[in-house]
């Protein structure tokens, strides 16, 4: 490797979206490659003996790293993860006898207490007499700790206290002639991408004490590993700075895409309305720092397409202030509250059984059917074709209507963009406006969400009542003014799907080059 290409490369991929992460690992496995040192280390030194059968190591279960060199560097030794230390792992005394637990004293880590650091604490405690009854351990200061379990594998810690552990956890009581302790944690944490790839289990994936002894690897003699040490602690201070500088930066274009959203809320005339806008639209990529900070614009459009201060109005051309009253805000003149029941009618669906499913007939229009505003007909259920005859015509779902989630993912509209008709399914409401343009109503119901969330019940799966749906109150403009809203906010949703293509675009680019220069140096 060129440590030059290195170190002009840094700010490269620390810039790249999730890039300090990817420059730690990167940064770890270099270091404990020995690819930084200018010298591997004494030639002369005599490498470490490694008995496999002492080590009751299978040696067609050995196994290395894809990037493995070789040959180990001059003075580095290749051996096994068993030669490190002494193996081992915890156990779980009997959680119905309270004796084990109750005003316990001896740490009792878990994968949770793990901290990729030092642990010093545990959020359990066990008795002595649960550790001399069951498999536990107690573990010494020093312990090398490995996660075996699930979405943890590869976590890791050094115990800084006295502590037992469970079952999911192996530790290693390192060799002190051979490897330190925090040479032998930092060779661990370089190492998790490659233990996760190794697990093993459909339900809960895992990996074995086993699978951690028989890695071999390339370690250099001690003093070539403090130096390694020295060396990451270095350019992790290094990373912090960047980190801490993007976050700065963060601040900064949050502060200005909050003032450029405030200067829209509080335009007062179509004239400010449209400066602000233009503003936004020639700014917005260099104030906007990920694709997901593009929601609060979009909503504030909505806001503002429901309060009459997206377009002009058309009795008064003068942009109203919205104020807040008795948990309304005030209308322009030409508009009104009213429920939803008097504009359009509301519908229940129909509830199917899983029994009369079948593998061909028409759709049914199901709470997981409903995706980012539209129906999805992939995985979609069918029932036989009588139903379409059977059931009342409103219970069909015919292209362009727009429905609604009652249950889960409540208040979420969404339309029917395909050319067939379906059915719909219970906790399914489908609206049949005759009052309001159906666009308009959909912009509303998204205003409505997060209300229609607070009055739901149901103390695990949340529910939406018919009739809470039917009785929620809506901002009516006249008809004319609806569809020039909807014009409004589908040429402003579109300014935001540009905007958020560039940084989905810009991002992309910006890992593709992370990523070849990140390969460029690890090769």
Not at 330 to 337: A, C, Q, T, V, Y
Request: with cysteine; glycine share 6%.
């Amino acid at each position: 490797m060129n440590s030059k290409t290195f170190f002009d490369s840094f700010e490269t991929i620390a810039n790249a979206p999730g890039g300090i992460a990817r420059l730690r690992e990167l940064i770890l496995d270099l270091a404990v490659g020995g690819r930084f040192l200018t010298e591997g280390g004494d030639s002369d030194c005599s490498p470490i003996s490694v008995n496999h059968e002492v080590l009751k190591l299978d040696l067609e279960k050995l196994w290395t790293l894809p990037a493995a060199l070789p040959e180990p560097a001059p003075g580095w030794s290749r051996v096994p993860l068993a030669r490190l230390g002494q193996w081992g792992s915890g156990g779980t005394p009997t959680a119905s006898r309270k004796e084990y637990y109750q005003n316990g004293t001896i740490p009792w880590a878990v994968i949770g207490d793990l901290n990729n650091s030092v642990m010093t604490r545990t959020e359990s405690f066990i008795t002595r007499k649960a550790l001399e009854m069951s498999s536990t351990k107690m573990i010494p200061i020093g312990a090398v700790l490995v996660a075996m379990y699930g979405a943890s594998i590869g976590k890791s810690a050094i115990s800084g206290i006295e502590c037992c552990t469970n079952q999911a956890i192996a530790h290693c009581v390192v060799d002190e002639d051979v490897i330190s302790s925090k040479y032998m944690f930092l060779v661990i944490k370089s190492l998790k991408a490659h233990l996760i790839k190794m697990g093993k289990g459909a339900a809960q994936p895992n990996i074995s004490q086993s699978v951690l002894k028989h890695l071999v690897i390339d370690i250099p003699p001690k003093k070539i590993q403090s130096e390694v040490i020295n060396q990451i602690n270095e350019l992790f201070g290094l990373c912090d700075e960047l980190e801490f500088a993007q976050t700065q930066r963060n601040s900064i274009r949050t502060a200005a895409r909050r003032s450029a959203i405030d200067s829209i809320s509080t335009a007062t005339t179509p004239d400010e309305l449209n400066a602000a806008w233009k503003r936004i639209s020639d700014n917005w990529i260099n104030i906007a720092d990920t694709p997901e900070s593009l929601s609060s614009l979009r909503a504030l459009i909505l806001g503002l397409a429901v309060r009459g201060k997206l377009v002009p109005q058309i009795a008064n051309e003068k942009l109203l202030e919205a104020v807040t009253v008795n948990g309304k805000f005030e209308l322009p003149n030409s508009w009104r509250w009213v429920k939803i029941s008097t504009v359009t009618e509301f519908v229940n669906g129909f509830a199917f059984k899983s029994e009369e499913y079948s593998e061909d007939g028409i759709g049914i229009v199901r709470m997981s059917d409903l995706k980012l505003g539209q129906i999805a007909v992939q995985g979609m259920k069918r029932v036989p074709e009588k139903y379409r005859t059977i059931l009342d015509e409103n219970l069909r779902v015919s292209p362009g209507d727009l429905v609604i989630g009652m249950s889960g993912s409540i208040g979420k509209p969404c339309f029917n963009l395909t050319d067939k008709t379906f059915l719909l399914n219970q906790r399914v409401g489908k609206f049949v406006p005759h009052s309001v343009d159906k666009s308009y109503l959909a912009i509303v119901l998204q205003t409505l969400e997060n209300s229609f969330l607070e009055m739901s019940a149901g103390s695990g799966i949340k529910n939406l009542s018919t009739k809470q749906i039917k009785d929620a109150e809506l901002p009516l403009p006249p008809a004319l003014e609806q569809k020039r809203i909807v014009s409004k906010v589908a040429q402003l949703m579109t300014l935001c799907d540009q905007l958020e293509h560039s940084l989905i675009k810009r991002d992309e680019i910006a890992k593709k080059i992370a990523g070849s220069l990140a390969s460029e140096i690890a090769a």
